[in-house]
């Protein structure tokens, strides 16, 4: 009997580190992840959308779309597949979108909309509720 309770109380034991080690696991990739929406997020808002180049009041399309992809290439590179995938794909219509050297109010706007399009597209990006590492 006392052999068997010893065998139970290191089995229950293993697996109650493994959940905790899961939890915490898991949390911490979310912490991970939401660190990395929010530094895209901020280079988004600091972004001038109908600049090619960097101007004094921020980062034009060119330098925005080359940093979203080097951080889409280290999410690939830890683990985060899917968040790397989508983050090349906003890079490249960064790259694609029109630029102006000295933009109307109404391109200023469109600059403005499709910002915001893709900032919405960031934060679709990663769901708290979604814990995959694929």
Not at 35 to 63: C, F, N, Q, W
Not at 93 to 108: C, G, I, K, M, Y
Request: aromatic letters at 8%; proline letters at 3%.
């Amino acid at each position: 009997m006392n052999e068997f309770a010893g065998v139970l109380g290191a089995v229950a034991g293993i697996m109650g580190s493994w959940l905790f080690y899961w939890l915490a696991t898991r949390d911490a990739q979310t912490v991970y992840r939401d660190g990395v929406i929010t530094s895209v997020l901020m280079r988004l808002k600091e972004m001038t959308p109908t600049s090619k180049a960097r101007v004094l009041h921020g980062y034009g399309l060119d330098d925005t779309a080359h940093w979203v992809t080097c951080m889409a290439e280290i999410q690939e590179q830890t683990g985060w597949s899917v968040g790397g995938q989508k983050l090349k794909a906003i890079a490249s219509e960064l790259r694609n979108a029109p630029h102006f050297l000295d933009p109307s109010d109404e391109q200023t706007e469109e600059g403005e909309r499709r910002k915001n399009e893709w900032e919405q597209a960031v934060l679709r990006i990663h769901k708290p509720k979604n814990h995959d590492r694929h």
